[in-house]
């Protein structure tokens, strides 16, 4: 063994911001707009798809309806 450790592994880039609330109409998280299974398995998607997801979000804020997200 030389002593040399490995770099620790890159952080996975995530839309996480802590605030995990589900809503059941939508299926969505109120915080992050993922759906459960994507939150579930968000460490197992490649790069590609990750990224994919990422640049879906935006548009699913609009399947939840405002006042749940604290607009009237």
């Known amino acids: 063994m030389s002593g040399v450790s490995a770099a620790p592994p890159a952080p996975i880039k995530t839309p996480c911001i802590k605030v995990c609330v ?31 997801i990422l640049e879906d979000l935006p548009g699913r804020r609009g399947l939840i309806r405002p006042e749940k997200l604290g607009l009237f």
């Not at 998280?29 to 939150?39: D, N």
């Not at 460490?43 to 990750?50: H, L, P, Q, S």
């Open 22 to 52: 589900v809503d059941g109409e939508s299926g969505l998280c109120l915080g992050c707009y993922r759906k459960l299974a994507e939150v579930a398995q968000w460490t197992r998607f490649t790069d590609a798809e990750r990224e994919a």
